[in-house]
């Protein structure tokens, strides 16, 4: 752990002791009764319990601890909010997907993000939800709890309430706010001098003559600074009003919301319509209805990132790209007897010198500069549809049925387009482009049946249901090149070579569930849930699974020794075990050989991509938890403790047959991960004038891989342009670790890298071998943890959120394309420290050195980080103007500042994301920077208005 973190958890650490001290001395001046602090209720899978009485491992976040951010997405909500959620903003990009992991990685291949259950309808994908609407969410992190939703738990589950309407008088709400974003940091690069003299090193060192081309006159007195031509200023605005209403028979809320984000890489855009209705309704006074509809216009503009320069990516482009170009061919200066710029026959200016094309690299015309990346189209515009409707009939005083439905509807268009004149890749292929169309249809019938009875000292509740799912996906591809040379966007039939590709699915589901709570004298309680779940992309004896959990909890402040406590306010034991499945890496069609047509002008092609995998079965997971928690003083303070252990077994991977795409699905191994989590909430001050809130959360987490089958041993992942693999998965180790070489600094008589091989020797890069190769680097942190303060005086409020990660480490790949100096590329100011002089001493090899190019621990950095990483002021008005009841004005920054010894632009980072489309193994990969969208500081300006 480095200094500045630790100073920074130090400053943590008294700030926690100054609270508990102000909590105790306050006490006297404002108690809160033990009873109403504790009759709060936590909703579980498919209704809710008395927090005293709550079994699990559960964490409730509230809307104020994020509505006044500029966020996009329910992951940004809950960073730092609660223990044992992992969230990584991955890109700094407008719209880009968040990871959300509950309790680590427990799969290799299988996705790991969590269910989503919106007003009670189940989904994975909530990148349309708005957070405007939202009450509050519920993680279950157990599968004491999460057993109840099957195969679709084992990631855990996050409950998510929206609002609704009241009975009363009407309200009509409105807030907006806008701002402006910037880039946190950046990397320096060589100026025009300092490059043109590395490039007269890498000649000597028996390179290619670059200087000679760099020195050109065509392009004498250009010095381009590519960083100020790509990052600009990004802008937000958003705004939402909603409209509640309602009596005693019938409540409605009804919301409209819009959001649009500028990125600070053009042509990064995000645009988010969204509008709502939720309606309940007594339409007998045994029969119920509640009903919710979404509906989301999203329109994203992409940048490409995560991506090396020669394949498009524009954030090392920006870095990479020589500053002695300009912009645009015609910038150059043209000389009539240049004949790369001039026809010698006819005098004509040539392609890439006309008015409105990007300058072309005399070094590689296909490696262009970043705003030529800029210029291609990559637009997705998605409608989606989201609804439930379902009733509540009373069938008896104590019984009820609730049939409910709910459909879940996604039509996206992907297009793609480079056009045949701006780009020396467009023009190349004449206009190359792609438009992809992704169709999903989910339909979900549910159907319970609810008994509670309660009698002297007995609270009995138990549920049983039904579930029927349905799952539809629809692809289609189009592509084609060689276009006329007037066409700017993509049209397929304007394609004079077209290819196009069709793939459609359906994925079948039906469980039958249970769960009985049973409460004794409100002290004791025993929780146990069931899920008998059948999946049709298994084979045949194979489809069906049984997934149990049962949990208890002892509410020992109740017992007569602590019942009149003045100190001990709440005192709670609980512990729980459960299973659940993953199915998600499983194709819906897997127990049969698979041919994928392609059709090229007309033509069908058909390759074998997959292999009759009959015996596959699901990943499964069990997981043990054990929970304290405590409240001191009339619940000022209280603290949660959870200690986990969860165990997947029959973790799921495809196996590649042969040399080409062909694969076969198969169960080859266990993981294993351990955790420990506190939660610690305070009310240190509260008066009439003055409130002081405090919330802490730790989680301490380790996995391992702890088998693989026989006939794998080991699975390589994390393929970088001219890197190899940089992750390896091996029994016995973590997941995600790095592997490579050790270095052993630079040879001070040559300038070469030296490396330690595996008997600890240093040897020359000539004399390794594939087994000298180590594990170099772990990307998961010892441990991460959020800090949130809260102030109010008077009508003031000040709330503050401070995130981290300490102990992991991250693979600098960016760096390889920024000190590698092996071409003509421009690199970070890193390499002014190279090797130059027999005798010198550094860590940085001289230039044009194949030594550098292994993949080792040079680029294995520390990730730790503390982020600033929200803080807001605000002032309420008490009906400033007449017809507004409430005006709240608040000015919030995100992203302040972040503490870190990491050298590359921001340590929350993650090109392996699964937005990128990431799959199998590659799934399990995290921690690896390599040329990412950065993560930006926002300050806005917001106004809240309640009518």
Known sequence: MNVKISKCLGMVAVLYFTANFNAQSQVKKDTVPKEKAIEEVVLVGYGSVKKQNLTSAATTVKADAFDNRPIYNVGQALQGQAAGVSVIQSSGKPGANIDIKIRGNNSISSAVSPLYVVDGIQTN?????????????????????????????????????????????????????????????????????????????????????????????????????????????????????????????????????????????????????????????????????????NYFLTNLTNTNDNLSTARGGVVLSAFNTPTFLPVYGNQVNMSPGDSEIYDQTTGAIKDGYKSGQFAPNPYQSSWENPVAYQSRKDKTLTQRFLSNLGLEVKIFKDLTWRPS?????????????????????????????????????????????????????????????????????????????????????????????????????????????????????????????????????????????????????????????????????????????????????????????????????????????????????????????????????????????DVYQRKTDNLITSIPLGTNDFKIFRNIGSLENKGLELA???????????????????????????????????????????????????????????????????????????????????????????EDRKYIGNPNPDFTFGFSNNFTFKNWYLDMLITGSVGNDIFNATRFDLEMMNDYKNQSTAVLNRWTTVGQITDVPRANSTSAQAISDRFIEDGSYVKLKAVTLGYNFNKPFRGVNKLNLYVTGQNIFTITNYSGMDPEVNAFSPNRGTSGAERSVFGIDYGTYPQVRTFIIGLKANF
């Open 125 to 293: 994908d909530i990148s349309g939800i708005n957070t405007d609407d939202i009450v509050d969410m519920t993680i279950l992190k157990d599968a004491s709890s999460t057993a109840i939703y099957g195969i679709n738990g084992s990631s855990g589950v996050v409950i998510i309430t929206t609002k609704r309407g009241k009975a009363g008088k009407p309200q009509l709400n409105f807030n907006a706010y806008w701002g402006s974003s910037k880039t946190v940091k950046n990397i320096e690069v060589l100026s025009l001098d300092q490059y043109k003299s590395l490039l007269g090193d890498i000649k000597l060192n028996g390179g290619g003559d670059y200087l000679a081309t760099a020195n050109n006159s065509r392009y004498a007195g250009i010095n381009t600074d590519w960083t100020k031509e790509v990052f600009q200023t990004g802008f937000d605005q958003n705004y939402n009003v909603n409209y509640s209403f309602g009596n005693e028979n019938v409540k409605a809320y009804a919301a409209l919301g819009y959001q649009d984000i500028d990125g600070i890489i053009k042509p990064a855009k995000f645009q988010r319509t969204s509008a709502k209705l939720n309606l309940d309704a007594v339409i007998l006074p045994w029969l119920k209805l509640n009903s919710s509809v």
């Open 405 to 641: 439905i709910s459909f879940d509807m996604t039509d996206s268009r992907n297009t793609k387009f480079t056009d045949g004149y701006q780009t020396s890749y467009g023009r190349s292929k004449f206009g190359i482009g792609s438009q992809e169309l992704y169709q999903y249809q989910e339909y979900n019938f549910e159907n319970t049946l609810n008994y509670t009875l309660k009698r002297s000292v007995h609270d009995l509740s138990i549920l049983g249901g039904l579930q029927i799912n349905e799952k539809n996906v629809q692809n289609t591809y189009y592509s084609g090149d060689n276009f006329p040379g007037d066409t700017f966007n993509f049209n397929y039939d304007l394609a004079k070579n077209q290819g196009n590709d069709f793939h459609k699915e359906i994925l079948r589901q039906v469980s039958f569930f249970g769960r009985a709570l049973y409460t004794l004298n409100g002290k004791y309680t025993v929780m146990g849930v069931f899920r008998e779940n059948a999946n049709s992309a298994l084979a045949p004896g194979n489809k069906w699974g049984f997934f149990p959990g049962i949990s208890a909890s002892w509410l020992i402040s109740k017992e007569n020794f602590l019942a009149n406590s003045k100190l001990i306010s709440e005192l709670k034991i609980r512990g729980g075990w459960g299973k659940t499945g993953n199915a998600s890496a499983i194709p819906a069609y897997s127990h049969f050989n698979l041919y994928d047509p392609y059709w090229s002008n007309g033509i069908p092609t058909y390759t074998n991509t997959q292999s009759d995998s009959s015996d596959l079965t699901w990943e499964t997971t069990t997981d043990t938890n054990a929970g304290l928690d405590i409240g001191l003083i009339s619940n000022r303070i209280r603290l949660s403790v």
């Open 680 to 770: 610690l909430n305070t009310v240190n001050i509260k008066n009439e004038n003055f409130t002081w809130n405090t919330s802490f959360n730790i989680s301490f987490a380790k996995n391992k891989v702890t088998h693989i089958s026989d006939y794998l041993r080991t699975i390589q992942a994390a393929n970088i342009d001219g890197m190899g693999n940089l992750v390896r998965i091996q029994e016995g180790q973590s997941l995600g670790m790095f592997y490579g070489y050790q270095v052993a600094g630079v040879n001070p008589n040559n300038g070469d890298q030296m490396y330690v091989n595996a008997s600890g020797n240093t040897v020359a890069y000539a004399d390794l071998k594939p």
